[in-house]
């Protein structure tokens, strides 16, 4: 089949890339930044793989959808936008896809949603059930597939649990916390996706997926905590409002203060699934919470975490255009620029793509832990995003506060750009260039403010970039 597949760089797309691939389908993947792409990634199956760039707030952009499509998967959101009007967002956008689907030859599109079995429902939730019924058409059959918490390495649910109960021995928390739920593992869903493809038993339906067990998010939080061996105290606070819920969310996870008000409003409401036969009727064995932790541990410790939600761009990140910023300016910046001799390039480069993350920067860890806070605290993304994976990185990847413009192993080659809160733009580039490693920050200043930062933490860098410099060189 001709799959059309939207949000391929996503946390769910990337992983059904993946699948829709093996079970050899031509899959043509719509993009808002084809540079994000790693067709890389992909090298064995190229003629299976057909790459478009598309923004579904922008009809005009969609000009260059394949007529011969069979099916399209519609994975599109934007709980994460800072924005208070993502509701009108994603309506729209899912208006402009099914105009733009209804002239093609699509037969079914299959939309991944969340569970609705409340009157009245989050602003998150309301949102995506108007995207269910703007996609419904007379031109092709809508599967629409309403998951609830998706648990998974990489997920952000996981990663937000995993935050939670890692760090706080004692945890002060909101009410919202005996709210009950239904997880389902990450591998669940991605059957159920590829499951009901081209099923005409699904056609015009919607189903509710979910693991075996309904828990509240504090017993999700405790069972995490006994299948790491960490003893936790949980402590309801009934005094917290939902502003202070979000901010205590902000503050303890890796999240986003948007993603975290959302997240708290959709968490005050009891999302359990409506019991139906898909499961039997697709052969899948559905999975319990603990198997879902179990398996995204086995992942983490394979290093195999094939996507992430950390990776996700805000769609002020993409209206700013960072693939702007894959050109270093060299007028109206300051730079620091140190070099030094390398012991063994190949092991250079391999100290200089694993860095960040659980690596650290080499050098000074507590200055950047200390920096990170900094920018947690004025509304920033912290140190806490980490990285994907702890050997490889891709252009669009996030490590830390920072996002990777261009990687490149055989160039010896690594660009990023900075997402912290900072009075300016920021680079960090890293190039071996006959046994010489090249380590450059520049930073463009935004007015005053930006020429006082860079003169304020200027005594830093000397201590931090030529130490890991040193450490990056094998010295």
């Given at each position: 089949m001709k799959i059309l597949l939207t949000g391929a760089t996503g946390y769910i797309g990337k992983r059904l890339l993946i699948q829709l691939l093996e079970e050899g389908h031509h899959v043509v993947c719509s993009v808002r930044d084809r540079k994000r792409f790693s067709t890389q990634l992909y090298k064995d199956r190229a003629?299976?793989?057909?790459?478009?760039?598309?923004?579904?707030?922008?009809?005009?952009?969609?000009?260059?959808?394949p007529k011969d499509i069979d099916a399209a998967y519609y994975l599109i959101h934007s709980m994460s936008s800072s924005e208070g009007d993502f509701e009108i967002k994603e309506k729209s956008s899912a208006v402009n896809f099914r105009t733009a689907l209804e002239k093609t030859d699509v037969q079914q599109v299959i939309f991944l949603t969340g569970i609705v079995n409340e009157k009245k429902l989050s602003k998150h939730l309301q949102s995506r059930n108007n995207v269910e019924v703007a996609l419904q058409s007379k031109k092709y059959a809508l599967t629409s597939l309403r998951a609830g918490i998706i648990v998974g390495s990489g997920s952000a649910s996981f990663e937000i649990i995993r935050d939670i109960v890692e760090k706080l021995p004692v945890m002060l928390t909101p009410k919202w916390l005996n709210t009950k739920c239904q997880p389902i593992a990450i591998r669940n869903v991605m059957q159920f996706l590829v499951g009901v493809l081209g099923l005409t038993d699904t056609y015009n339906k919607n189903y509710d997926i979910a693991g075996t067990d309904i828990l509240s998010y504090k017993e999700m939080l405790l069972q995490y905590a006994e299948i790491r061996g960490l003893k936790r105290t949980i402590i309801t606070m009934p005094i917290m409002t939902p502003r202070l819920s979000s901010y205590w969310l902000y503050f303890v996870t890796s999240t986003s203060y948007s993603l975290a008000k959302n997240l708290v409003d959709s968490m005050k409401i009891d999302v359990v699934a409506k019991s139906n036969h898909l499961a039997e009727k697709l052969g899948i064995e559905v999975f319990s919470y603990r198997e879902a932790i179990l398996m995204a541990f086995d992942k983490i410790k394979q290093n195999d975490v094939s996507s992430s939600w950390y990776d996700s761009f805000s769609n002020q990140f993409h209206r700013r255009n960072v693939w702007q910023y894959l050109e270093v300016p060299e007028e109206g910046c300051f730079k620091d620029i140190r070099e030094m001799k390398v012991d063994s390039e190949e092991?250079?480069?391999?100290?200089?793509?694993s860095i960040g993350g659980k690596t650290g920067w080499y050098y000074a860890d507590f200055l950047w832990r200390i920096r990170g806070f900094l920018d947690k605290l004025f509304g920033g993304v912290g140190l806490r995003?980490?990285?994907?994976?702890?050997?490889?990185?891709?252009?669009?990847?996030?490590?830390?506060?920072?996002?990777v413009l261009y990687a490149n192993r055989e160039e010896k080659r690594l660009l990023l750009f900075a997402e912290m809160k900072v009075p300016g733009e920021a680079w960090l580039e890293f190039h071996i260039k006959n046994g010489v490693l090249h380590q450059e920050a520049t930073f463009r200043?935004?007015?005053?403010?930006?020429?006082?930062?860079?003169?304020?933490?200027?005594?830093?860098?000397?201590?931090?970039?030529?130490g890991m410099l040193r450490k990056l060189a094998g010295k």
């Open positions: 003629a299976q793989l057909e790459v478009i760039e598309n923004d579904f707030l922008q009809p005009e952009t969609l000009n260059n959808l092991a250079a480069v391999q100290r200089i793509f995003r980490g990285r994907r994976n702890d050997a490889n990185l891709e252009a669009g990847d996030s490590v830390d506060f920072w996002r200043p935004l007015g005053l403010s930006g020429r006082l930062y860079w003169y304020s933490v200027l005594p830093f860098h000397g201590l931090i970039f030529n």
